[in-house]
């Protein structure tokens, strides 16, 4: 039997029509990163977000979510006409869901609600990094065009990430030290060592890895460590004379990476 040519042009379009691109099935509100703004590495994060089925999510596609957090850990719920499906917790850095576990019916209202936990990775030189990205793919595992939504945070390079070094100061008129631990401008631990006039010096006297406090007394040239900072003398020694100014040498290492023993050493002011 001879099929008509509009007839066959038709079945054709029918066939084509499955095939091609209908645009994304999902829509997303902004998305919250907690905290926001610029982070340091090992910063604990939080990225709330909901995906909207706009449609009848395809079955035989996927929903695939990326993130460059180190151990993420994702909390999602499936949420369909308000009745709340909680999912058990993923790890990984990418998470998928199947089509099939997001298709209903055309007149059901379908969502995914996320919560992903994890920390700022490492970096070695500041740089951004995917806090979520989150893309709709289709059957043959290609990206559908304009699905893609993603979030960014500047992660900081920070060269003394060593978390064995403490920042301080020395308050010369009562020889206390103030300490801060993390680095976030709170005193964490305080002690007295040495006296009016010393000059502090810190180093890792003991190659235990960890920072130690001194001083260098510039009126008789000797040189008082404390490994614990505790206030107590562990070491003494005498090395210079009135007048030479204190150094503290990390050789092949930054000056503020404390690893490996710390030497010393002093410089003639009058040579100079």
């Known amino acids: 039997m001879k099929i008509p040519v509009s007839v066959f042009v038709m079945l054709m379009v029918l066939c084509i029509i499955p095939c091609m691109a209908s645009g994304p099935a999902i829509s997303v509100p902004p998305v919250i990163v907690d905290p926001p703004g610029n982070l340091t590495p090992h910063t604990v994060v939080t990225v709330s977000f909901t995906v909207n089925c706009t449609g009848v999510f395809p079955s035989g596609e996927e929903l695939q979510l990326f993130a ?4 993420p850990h994702w909390n999602y719920t499936i949420v369909v ?5 909680v999912r058990p917790v993923a790890g990984g850095s990418t998470l998928t869901i199947s089509g099939f576990e997001l298709s209903y019916r055309p007149s059901d209202t379908v969502s995914l609600q996320v919560i992903l936990e994890g920390l700022a990775p490492p ?8 806090m979520i990205r989150i893309t709709e793919y289709d059957y043959q595992g290609i990206p559908v065009a304009g699905s893609q939504v993603e979030k960014t945070a500047l992660v900081m390079h920070q060269v003394n990430m060593n978390p064995a070094v403490q920042v301080g100061v020395f308050r010369n008129t009562t020889s206390t030290w103030y300490l801060d631990f993390r680095r976030i401008g709170v005193v964490d631990k305080t002690f007295s060592f040495g006296k009016p006039g010393d000059v502090p010096v810190t180093g890792d006297w003991n190659g235990d890895g960890s920072a130690d406090a001194g001083v260098f007394r510039p009126s008789n040239g000797n040189w008082y460590l404390n490994y614990n900072k505790d206030g107590v003398t562990d070491e003494l020694f005498h090395l210079g004379k009135t007048g030479d100014v204190a150094y503290v040498l990390i050789a092949g290492r930054p000056v503020f990476e ?7 050493l002093v410089s003639d002011a009058t040579s100079v």
Do not use: A, H, Q, S
Not at 68 to 71: A, G, M, P, R, V
Not at 123 to 130: C, G, I, L, P
């Open 81 to 85: 006409n308000g009745m709340e499906n």
């Open 258 to 264: 404390f690893t490996g023993c710390t030497n010393i």
């Open 123 to 130: 970096v070695t030189r500041t740089t951004n990094k995917t």
């Open 68 to 71: 460059e957090l180190n151990d």
